[in-house]
């Protein structure tokens, strides 16, 4: 357990807790007193409810020991992997659904088109829906919301009355342009509420309300797998959070980086998908905000994954469709791209003879074969207590011991294969993983029109600080901010987060002078459904704010770019700003742009935003003791900038202060993480308390 300060004053906790593969975070932050605390124990991922009570409960135990004061919860926020977990391994409800006669293969058609070129052996992701739990019904609405084929209740009936019979928990409601009249599907749902009460409903107008049909269908089919799951999840975990005295609303993050609260993302659980890592990418954004960065690489490295995003200019970028394990959400999302690279892949020897790292993972049970739990494939943490980077005995301050030894043994069976010595094998796969994360890094800003040698890298998760150094260096990025919490980052971007939904409604016509009031009509329905968010969730209309952008193309392109929207009225200006916007955007993505093409519009985006009390930080006294009382040992740690092994200073986290300067080689220890600071860098502490690396 740690904390910033400490004051006798009653402990008003606002708690955030991040479930992840293998380990569960949690932050407590003290409104009273800005204290700080954080706590981490393993995930269970057989039910993650159990690892996020435990925790809490130890958490609250440890603030009460620590500070003599009981806590009072006043906020408990949540970052969740049940429902990609669930995707991932294929443990979603048995799920039915009713479409337009005719198109109940849409899902399983999908675009014709392969993932991989050039792989012959690739696969397509399993089909959530098996085709004779595919009902038609007679209906047709054409592109303009006139009804072609009315709809026959007797017809809905029958199909209803078909699914229940088959067993189906959880149905999903996908007809043709109901995103323009959405009158046929709500008819279906108000007879499946009358003949099936129990089961879960996703309607496609109300999951994503956009044209492109595999699309949209695809979205309201995985929310309808994953609904019962997460209700179920939710239902566990609120009764186990009373029991342990939390007995507040459970919030949870949206893949947007907003919080919804527990009932809406059991209704719309796909929503939470990147539940996690939006969480991070939010907590890197204020922290990053504190040390003066507005451009921002993210680099989150947990126990079996890593994911990057970018920020630029204080804005993290955002995808409005994206392709999550193989299945398409047309939902808002931060722009995450997700590696299968952690502190518990898995290294190995391909086929070919040559070294691979992942994605396979060791995850929180057995874990890395230094855990001493049976697994004896050596992983990306083993390579590190070989190499001594981490602590060779123990982890967690002192409460997880490991074994060196069998870490040791590992890899020098991977090394009997490779023809190489132990050493070189550990540091090789080291070299591995950091190629895996720059190509990954390399996606979401050189591809995108990004430099990221005009950034700062920001590295978290229990395993990024490890690897955010050499990471740094092989992309050139010449900053590295290091947060004063980084294994708990995710955890911590839950209570620097505000409420967040978003609407949306297709409406293809010209950018022109001449449309600016059908986009004015578009705007004022949106931000009817916004106000009517605002009334759920009881948000003041003084903490209320929205956010509009329009998706814009060239006339026949198929993909569009998202363009802000200036407040106020849509008039002449405002189409000007849009142009401009476009042509700005197209040029950053494409390198050109095409003057002579007409630009069509094609969606309306409204981002309502419900400001909420967050964690709040205040810069601290410049440190008066000299650095090197912080150095707590020495070790031998194998480094390749050296040729062997180096004696490096091991400085405690706690004990650094603002303004104390580290020069490499040196490693910072700490309960959620350790830092490398390699040769030829330094570290210095801000006021902040977080770690700014150059060199």
């Known amino acids: 357990m740690s904390s910033e300060r400490q004051t006798a004053d009653s402990a008003r906790l606002r708690i955030g807790v991040d479930s992840g593969g293998t380990f569960t975070d949690v932050c407590m932050f003290d409104e009273t007193s800005g204290e700080v605390h954080v706590w981490k124990v393993a995930s269970t991922p057989q039910d993650p409810s159990l690892g996020i009570a435990g925790g809490v409960e130890q958490g609250l135990a440890e603030v009460a020991r620590a500070t003599g004061r009981p806590g009072e919860v006043v906020y408990f926020g ?23 006669a005719g198109f109940r293969d849409i899902i399983e ?43 026959v209740e007797e017809d809905v009936r029958a199909a209803v009355r078909k699914l229940k019979e088959a067993g189906i928990r959880s149905v999903a409601v996908c007809f043709l342009f109901s995103f323009v009249a959405p009158a046929h599907e709500a008819l279906v749902k108000r007879i499946l509420r009358e003949e099936m009460p129990d089961a879960f409903i996703s309607v496609s107008h109300e999951v994503a309300p956009e044209f492109r049909e595999y699309e949209r269908f695809s979205t309201t089919v995985v929310n309808a797998y994953l609904g019962p799951i997460m209700r179920s999840y939710l239902e566990r975990l609120e009764p186990r959070l009373k029991d342990i005295g939390v007995d507040t609303h459970v919030h949870l993050t949206q893949s947007n980086g907003g919080v919804i609260s527990s009932d809406v993302a059991q209704d719309f659980p796909a929503r939470t998908v990147l539940s996690g890592p939006a969480a991070g990418v939010m907590g890197a954004l204020a922290m990053g905000r504190y040390s003066g960065f507005e451009n921002l690489i993210t680099f989150d490295m947990g126990g079996t994954s890593t994911d990057v995003s970018l920020i630029d200019g204080g804005k993290p970028q955002m995808s409005n469709d994206a392709v999550v394990h193989g299945y398409p959400l047309k939902l808002p999302m931060l722009d995450i791209h997700t590696v299968g690279a952690g502190g518990g892949s898995i290294a190995y020897v391909d086929a070919g003879g040559l070294l691979k790292v992942g994605p396979r993972s060791a995850a929180a049970d057995p874990g890395p074969v230094c855990y ?12 590190n207590v070989v190499l001594q980077v981490l602590n060779p005995t123990h982890l967690l301050n002192g409460r997880m011991p490991i074994d060196q030894a069998r870490a040791k043994a590992a890899i020098a069976r991977l090394a009997e294969k490779l023809g190489m010595d132990v050493m070189a094998t550990a540091q090789g796969i080291i070299s591995v993983v950091i190629a895996n994360m720059a190509k990954a890094i390399r996606v979401i800003s050189v591809e995108r029109g990004y430099d990221p040698r005009d950034y700062a890298m920001l590295g978290f998760g229990g395993a990024g600080p490890i690897h955010a150094a050499r990471l740094a260096r092989e992309l050139e990025i010449p900053r590295l901010v290091v947060p004063k919490y980084p294994g708990i980052m995710c955890a911590l971007g839950l209570l620097l987060t505000d409420l967040r939904s978003n609407m949306s409604l297709t409406r293809l016509q010209p950018l022109s002078d001449e449309e600016a009031g059908s986009l004015q009509q578009g705007f004022a329905s949106l931000e009817e459904r916004a106000e009517t968010w605002f009334a759920q969730e009881a948000i003041e209309p003084q903490r209320r704010s929205v956010i509009r952008a329009v998706d814009m193309r060239y006339g026949g392109q198929g993909y569009e770019l998202t363009v802000h929207c200036p407040a106020g009225p849509i008039d002449a200006a405002a189409i000007k700003a849009l142009r401009e916007g476009f042509e700005r955007a197209h040029r950053q993505v494409y390198g050109y742009i095409a003057e002579e093409e007409p630009i069509q519009v094609t969606t309306l985006r409204l981002e309502a935003v419900g400001l909420v009390p967050k964690a709040e930080f205040k810069p601290q006294a410049k440190a008066t003791t000299p650095v090197e009382t912080a150095i707590v040992t020495r070790r031998e740690v194998w480094l390749p900038e050296t040729g062997g092994f180096t004696p490096c200073p091991i400085y405690d986290r706690e004990k650094l202060g603002p303004g104390h300067r580290i020069a490499g080689p040196a490693i910072v220890d700490q309960m959620d993480s350790t830092t490398l600071v390699l040769p030829g860098q330094a570290a210095t502490v801000d006021p902040y308390l977080n770690l700014i690396i150059e060199g």
């Open 78 to 100: 949540h970052g969740t992997t049940v429902a990609t977990n669930a995707l991932i391994v294929g443990r979603g409800a048995n799920t039915g659904m009713i479409t337009t």
């Open 109 to 151: 058609l999908r675009r014709q088109k392969r993932d991989s070129l050039y792989d012959i052996q690739t696969d397509k992701p399993p089909i959530l829906v098996t085709r004779d739990n595919r009902l038609e019904v007679r209906e047709r609405v054409t592109f303009d919301g006139k009804v072609f084929v009315p709809i």
């Open 372 to 383: 001493g739990r049976g697994n004896e494939e050596p992983t990306v943490t083993d390579a």
